[in-house]
């Protein structure tokens, strides 16, 4: 069966999509949605950071633009062409129900004849982040709630310290499945390429802090010793 990967080139998606492959599934293709303004639409990250990402795996990228408005429906519409390529299912993230986003995922995927495919449906956030870190997965915060998280938090790399700081806090989901923070995934098992973030600056805007990289580079992966 041939899937599309839903993709905002985050820990939880990268992980995902990387357990699907090593189920033996085909994952043709990432689909990222942006706004108008060619920003990734979960995050704000530039789309060439996601198209990076693409270059890197080696997974063809397609993006689609939208709104927060339009949302569902321009999903739906990205559902309905990769049907028209031979996808047949999606890859998501998810890992429980967000609280009136209940049954999203089956729901858009139902309208688009689409099988959904979720593979940290219903797993221990804590051991989704070990998990990660396990299989060689390597991840930058890239956004936080401020009345959240401080400004300290973005840049961070997603080790056992970041963990082991982030359980300290309460009231704050293990993986950020409320959006506590975002990650941008730079490299891992997926990776044929990694990604090295050369350049960015932090911003405050509508209560999110946000890291703005403007400068990256695809290389090499690092020689094992």
């Avoid at 709104?67 to 559902?79: G, K, P």
């Avoid at 890992?95 to 797993?123: A, F, Q, T």
């Avoid at 963990?163 to 044929?192: A, M, Q």
Wanted: proline share 3%; aromatic share 8%; with cysteine.
């Amino acid at each position: 069966m041939r899937l599309a990967a839903s993709w905002s080139g985050g820990k939880d998606c990268s992980l995902a999509c990387y357990r699907a492959i090593s189920d033996g599934l085909e994952v043709s293709c990432l689909l990222n949605l942006i706004s108008n303004e060619g920003r990734c639409m979960s995050h704000g990250l530039d789309s060439g950071l996601i198209a990076a990402q693409s270059q890197a795996i080696g997974i063809p990228l397609v993006q689609w633009r939208t709104t927060w408005e339009s949302y569902e429906r321009e999903f739906n519409a990205a559902l309905r062409r990769m049907k028209e390529m031979g996808v047949e299912g999606v890859v998501f993230g998810d890992i429980y129900e967000i609280p009136k986003h209940e049954g999203w995922v089956d729901r858009v995927c139902k309208e688009s004849n689409m099988v959904p495919i979720k593979p940290l449906w219903g797993h221990d956030p804590r051991q989704i982040l070990n998990d990660f870190m396990d299989e060689g997965f390597e991840a930058t915060v890239i956004m936080v709630k401020a009345d959240v998280l401080g400004e300290e938090w973005l840049g961070r790399k997603v080790d056992r310290r970041f963990v082991s700081d982030l359980l300290k806090l309460d009231k704050v989901d293990p993986c950020g499945e409320l959006g506590e923070y975002h990650t941008y995934v730079t490299d891992g098992p997926l990776f044929k390429r990694r990604i090295e973030i050369l350049g960015c600056e932090k911003i405050l805007r509508d209560g999110y802090r946000y890291l703005d990289i403007t400068r990256y580079e695809v290389i090499g992966k690092k020689e094992v010793k």
